[in-house]
């Protein structure tokens, strides 16, 4: 419900009210404080530039934090400016709203958002540092793995580079070594056809060389023929001699009778058979060792497998090792752990960035707080209704210059009353400062566990970076000579294959891990400022929270005087209504408590006397008294203690222990309508 202004009386009814009417001229003052049918066209424009400056300043306050473009900055910006002017310009509900932001910051929302605040700096400040340093180590452990790794695979390396060398020799010449081995094929060739040829005896009618069960045998048998043979062909020619000689003597002497008498030696071929003396000799005697065949059998499969289509591959095995917390330790080990930060990282910022959509959302809660505040204001005359302001002195000087019952000074039972200009500060308001402290002292202590918890990893990691450096060396020297002489064949297949091994190598690394060694970083003073300043903000807002919620309503009443002068009526009555039934209301009280809490104040009040610690308070007022100002009641059996004040008031008769018939005469004033127009 907007109130709208009304016309004033003469006597301003507010403090500020009275210090502008005298500082201000009467135009301003009229503009400020008078009806709102005065200077409409300059409230209008007003109103309009005050609700422009306001959208500004909510705007940025709001979206300061929310990632957008330029273009749909400037849009959404100039729609929430406009919407603003036009709140301001008609509003009275709106400007009002907008002021009592500024004491609404300093009170429990300002808190909130400061607390946040706090929670935006931890992240940026600890929290990212812990993060950072963290990480700066675990990226130190994964560059000294990734050094090990290094240096294991240079001394692996070393090992076997010797044979993938020999190996590669091997490779390169395998053509080579395909013509060596066809050159050794064939010339073998002739000694395989020598051995395992059928010629040198007549085969027909041999049998025995294909009944043979080994080489060995049957080289035997073939041997024993071609010997055979050999004698048998000796034999042959020598009769074929003795033949062709017959014949020539024949031809030459032509005498009948007496070439035959003549040539009659040419017919001893008998003798050519003497010849067969040599059969048992190839048959005891011949020259064939006895392990030639299976000599002959091995150098002959050797010879086939050498003379096979000679290839050779160079083939690595690759054995898939574990990995060591999710990373392949083959690979690059540091690269898979920035990647797994950075997948950490993403998640760290949609953190933050929630944290800067709450201070937006706290902001606006600012806003709405206040919002509502005058919504209550102009519905509830209860909210907020509890202070003696100006116009209620006016009214109770007013009464008591017309002789009727009056209530200042207030009595003692009746301080719910607060005096908005006292800095003291009341009861009713002193459980949201404690509120308050304790929020700001719990944020505190975590505040100070994380920066202890920082400050601890800083050290630790700081030691880890100052007493790890170390140098690495690795030394290797290895020479191999591998002599073979001759000029054989198989010298020759030697030096090609074993001669690979004749290798010379050096190796000499010196390395170190200072690239490795972490580099953690300590907070900077401007990291602990944004943290404690804000915490000392509010421990500040704590103390000042109070007088902030007495501004709020001196602004409220200043759009809306009309509602606050019936808000004041109200409170004055009611408080009237309050005086007049004071006698009876404390009597049914204290009748009422002591029956309730007798026996328990008894026993405790008898506990804390043999202790010798003894407490006193009024009954009526609550407050503790002092001893010497403590008035304990007469009667026997009554415990009762009231202060000197709330005794006098009473008129000097307890009656908690008085029955209803002999109490004091009642209270009944007649006045009862106190609503006073101006």
């Not at 027909?204 to 055979?228: I, M, P």
């Amino acid at each position: 419900m907007e109130c709208l202004g009304e016309t004033r009386c003469k006597t301003p009814h507010s403090i500020l009210e009275q210090v502008c009417k005298r500082i201000l001229p009467s135009g301003v003052h009229r503009f400020l404080f008078g009806p709102q049918s005065e200077f409409p066209v300059i409230r209008r424009l007003t109103g309009a530039v005050f609700g422009a400056l306001s959208g500004v300043g909510l705007f940025f306050g709001l979206m300061h934090n929310i990632a957008m473009t330029a273009v749909q900055h400037v849009v959404v910006g100039c729609v929430f400016v406009g919407l603003c002017s036009l709140g301001g310009m008609f509003s009275s509900l709106f400007r009002c709203s907008v002021l009592l932001m500024f004491p609404t910051m300093i009170g429990s929302q300002g808190r909130t958002f400061l607390m946040v605040f706090v929670l935006h700096g931890l992240y940026h400040g600890p929290i990212a540092n812990i993060q950072h340093n963290v990480q700066d180590v675990a990226s130190s452990m994964g560059c000294n793995i990734d050094l090990q790794i290094t240096h294991s695979k240079v001394m692996w390396r070393m090992l076997t580079e010797p044979y993938v060398q020999v190996v590669q020799e091997i490779v390169n010449d395998s053509e080579e070594f395909q013509k060596v081995s066809q050159n050794v094929s064939k010339k073998f060739q002739k000694i395989r056809d020598e051995v395992m040829g059928r010629y040198g005896y007549d085969s027909l009618g041999k049998e025995s060389d294909h009944t043979a069960n080994s080489t060995q045998e049957e080289y035997v048998a073939k041997t024993r023929a071609r010997c055979d043979y050999v004698v048998q062909q000796g034999i042959s020619r020598c009769q074929d001699w003795f033949s062709t000689k017959w014949k020539e003597c024949m031809n030459t002497i032509q005498a009948p009778l007496i070439n035959n008498f003549l040539c009659i030696p040419m017919q001893f071929h008998f003798l050519c058979d003497i010849m067969r003396v040599m059969t048992s000799w190839c048959t005891e005697k011949i020259p064939v060792e006895g392990n030639f065949g299976q000599t002959f059998d091995k150098l002959n499969d050797s010879i086939n497998r050498l003379a096979e289509h000679f290839t050779t591959n160079v083939v690595l095995k690759n054995l898939e090792q574990q990995s060591v917390f999710g990373v392949n330790v083959l690979q690059n080990f540091s690269k898979e752990l920035n990647r797994v930060f950075q997948e950490k990282t993403v998640i760290a910022e949609k953190i933050a960035g929630v944290i800067n959509f709450l201070l937006s959302f706290t902001f606006i809660t600012v806003f709405t707080s206040a919002f509502g505040y005058v919504r209550q204001f102009c519905r509830d005359i209860h909210f907020d209704n509890v202070y003696i302001t100006t116009y209620f002195r006016q009214i109770d000087a007013r009464r008591i210059r017309a002789g009727k019952r009056h209530l200042l000074p207030l009595k003692k039972a009746e301080q719910s009353l607060i005096n908005p200009w006292s800095l003291f500060i009341h009861p009713s308001e002193l459980m949201p400062v404690i509120v308050g402290f304790l929020q700001v002292a719990s944020l505190a202590l975590f505040v100070c566990v994380l920066l202890a918890v920082d400050g601890i990893l800083y050290s630790i990691f700081d030691l880890i970076r100052r007493h790890t450096f170390t140098t690495y060396s690795v030394t290797s020297v290895q020479h191999a000579d591998i002599v073979i002489g001759g000029d054989s064949m198989l010298a020759r297949l030697l030096r090609k294959t074993i001669g690979a091994f004749n290798t010379s190598s050096n190796l000499d690394v010196q390395s170190s891990n200072l690239h490795c060694l972490p580099q953690p970083h300590a907070l900077s003073q401007s990291n602990y400022l944004w943290i404690f300043l804000p915490l000392l903000l509010m421990c500040l807002m704590c103390c000042l929270q109070v007088y902030t919620n007495r501004l709020r309503r001196v602004i409220t009443t200043f759009y809306f005087p009309k509602r606050e002068k019936k808000r004041i009526l109200f409170l004055y009555n009611l408080q009237i209504q309050k005086r007049i039934s004071f006698i009876n209301r404390q009597r049914h009280r204290l009748k009422n408590q002591k029956q309730t809490f007798k026996t328990v104040l008894s026993v405790l009040l008898a506990l804390l006397r043999r202790v010798g610690c003894r407490l006193h308070w009024c009954w009526v007022c609550d407050r503790f008294v002092k001893q010497k100002q403590a008035v304990q009641c007469s009667s026997v059996g009554c415990t009762v203690i009231y202060c000197q004040q709330c005794w006098t008031d009473l008129g000097n008769i307890c009656y908690a222990c008085f029955s209803h018939n002999r109490c004091g005469p009642q209270d009944n004033g007649s006045d009862s309508d106190v609503y006073y127009g101006c």
